[in-house]
């Protein structure tokens, strides 16, 4: 029996970009008029609670949707003594923008082990290529769907 076709992970691209954008019916009329309109169309997910697979994790500080490094920063408060986590793009599920939530695809004993954030060093080539590893790295050890 053949094995589903499972995309490599990348992490630092959005799965489905549209998940990024509000559905309101006059926002994609806008999008379809101007670049600039889609632009404003793309919800700020600044505030979005995160939940893993097996729960509540924090709540998103910032996010980035720089080609080839779109990020969340995520303010885990006290769950794991404030620490804050960068989560690449493609470790997320779907958006709830009704909820104001993200879903991720990995658990929270993951996110906790993922290398520490530093603001000073979070956009080096260097801590981009840790954080990716370990991310696709997690992605891998993770059984496919049956």
Do not use: C
């Not at 700020?44 to 920063?73: F, K, P």
């Not at 958006?95 to 939530?101: A, F, P, S």
């Amino acid at each position: 029996m053949m094995q589903p076709f499972i995309p490599p992970f990348a992490p630092w691209v959005w799965r489905d970009p549209s998940w990024l954008t509000a559905q309101d019916p006059a926002a994609a009329e806008q999008r379809d008029e101007s670049i600039e309109a889609d632009e404003r169309a793309h919800a700020n997910l600044a505030g979005y609670d995160v939940e893993a697979t097996d729960g509540g994790i924090g709540s998103i500080d910032e996010a980035s949707n720089e080609v080839d490094g779109a990020h969340l920063v995520v303010d885990t408060g006290p769950w794991i003594f404030g620490r804050k986590v960068l989560l690449p793009a493609g470790t997320v599920q779907h958006v709830d923008h009704d909820e104001r939530k993200v879903y991720v695809d990995r658990t929270k004993e993951q996110i906790k082990d993922s290398p520490e954030y530093d603001k000073d060093t979070f956009d080096s080539p260097e801590y981009r290529e840790r954080v990716g590893t370990y991310y696709t790295d997690s992605y891998r050890s993770v059984p496919p769907p049956m």
